[in-house]
């Protein structure tokens, strides 16, 4: 079929960088992420039953959200740049694919981070979570 774009049929995660800013401006890359975790969750259920129905029913309520966990490699500079910005009110942008290709989620909210567990024959880690503060938006790319 002449002159049809092909479609993608899915995503890397090869070039995904979380940013962060003081106000939603200008954006900095927090630190290089190994992992990010879901941008959303389920609603809660509201309880609609009455007594005409046979099983319970139920129409969805809040959304809830977990707080957002990202890994990282642990160095001293990247874990103490990234805590100098901990427990104070930011914009979060996390761009999904190289330049954020597969669309680019921002929100606010505020983050911690802790250095994880070692072991034996492994890099050291730290976890950055991320308590959001408004609703995640999705947007097709950066404007």
């Known amino acids: 079929m002449a002159g049809e774009a092909a479609k993608v049929k899915a995503v890397s995660t090869i070039g995904t960088i979380l940013e962060h800013s003081a106000d939603g401006v200008a954006w900095t890359k927090l630190c290089p992420i190994q992992s990010f975790p879901a941008l959303g969750g389920a609603p809660e259920q509201i309880e609609v039953t009455d007594l005409e129905d046979e099983q319970q029913a139920f129409i969805p309520g809040v959304q809830s959200v977990d707080a957002m966990e990202f890994s990282a490699n642990y160095t001293i500079e990247t874990y103490k740049a990234v805590k100098a910005k901990?427990?104070?009110?930011?914009?979060?942008r996390i761009k999904l694919g190289k330049n954020g290709a597969a669309g680019v989620a921002t929100w606010q909210g505020q983050h911690s981070v802790y250095i994880n567990e070692g072991e034996g024959n492994a890099a050291i880690q730290m976890t950055i979570s991320v308590f959001p503060s408004t609703k995640i938006e999705v947007e097709a790319s950066v404007s």
């Open 86 to 92: 901990e427990g104070s009110v930011g914009h979060y």
